[in-house]
């Protein structure tokens, strides 16, 4: 494994006092590089009540052959403030703080971002939105990501958030985070908002000049593995960019068991584009040269 140095950063959210962003800096070499300035890097998103060193994200940023910054959302682990379920808008804008940080006071530029369920939604809104620091983005990760934001309503857990919203008017959702027990409060316009995001810019907006990669487990059963396909059609029509589409057997949305496989499809895939071997869009399959 390349030697690298980790580094905390705490950056200061200009919108919200309060709500500093929490995140690790990755660099590599042994010691910190004295000049960043135009230096690659690329970014990493936790998906909804994860952490910067959930699932695959810390092995991937450990493993990468260039700098990374991973962080925690707001509301989540080390960044204060309040988390919402269909609060995509806050997530944007904690990302495009990172992003100006990075920017404007290292000099990075950002090159490549990877995004998981939550984050890779909220990644796609940001490239369409199109800001300064994301012009320089070439490669795109898509892990699990959902595009029918209203199916989350057939889930198992729409039934529980149900019967909360009948009885209290609200639902408590327990979870574990960073191995400590969290709970967060969801009301039914949390639910709204939640459903009503728009994932459909993705078709005009998204980036043509970036190589997109989509993984889903086919055996997901929080975001149904076809979100896959339409993000593969929706972004496999642009030029020159491509989108490379890869499910994968037996595994579930938080790839479980897969972690080390994850990250090797990510750097497999990534190796491709450094050598300018992704020409078209299609299928792929880890360990086989081309498309399918």
């Known amino acids: 494994m390349t030697a690298r140095i980790s580094t905390k950063v705490v950056i200061p959210h200009p919108s919200v006092p309060d709500c500093p962003i929490t995140g690790i800096l990755e660099q590599l070499g042994t010691e910190k590089p004295a000049v960043t300035q135009g230096r690659k890097i690329a970014l990493i998103l936790h998906g909804a009540m994860g952490h910067k060193d959930y699932l695959f994200q810390r092995r991937l940023a450990q493993r990468l052959p260039q700098d990374s910054f991973r962080f925690d959302f707001r509301g989540n682990h080390e ?99 960073a191995r400590k027990p969290v709970t967060v409060r969801m009301c039914p316009e949390d639910l709204e908002l939640f459903c009503s995001w728009d994932t459909s810019l993705v078709w005009d907006k998204f980036p043509a000049k970036v190589h997109a990669l989509t993984i889903h487990g086919l055996s997901d059963q929080t975001v149904p593995p076809y979100d896959a396909i339409i993000y593969a059609r929706a972004l496999g029509a642009r030029s020159p960019g491509t989108h490379t589409l890869h499910m994968v057997e037996g595994a579930d949305h938080n790839f479980t068991g897969r972690q080390d496989q994850v990250v090797d499809y990510i750097l497999e895939w990534w190796d491709l584009h450094e050598r300018g071997e992704l020409k078209s869009s299609g299928l792929w399959m880890t360990g086989v040269r081309g498309k399918l």
């Open 79 to 177: 960044t204060p403030g309040t988390w919402g379920q269909g609060a995509f808008g806050e997530d944007v804008k904690d990302l495009s703080v990172v992003a100006q940080y990075l920017k404007n006071v290292y000099g990075y530029s950002i090159a490549t971002v990877v995004g998981h369920s939550r984050g890779s939604v909220v990644a796609m809104r940001w490239l369409c939105m199109a800001p300064p620091e994301a012009l320089d983005v070439t490669t795109f990760v898509n892990a699990s990501g959902r595009y029918r934001m209203a199916k989350v309503l057939e889930s198992a857990a729409a039934n529980l958030w149900r019967e909360g919203f009948a009885a209290n008017g609200y639902y408590d959702w327990t979870t574990t985070v």
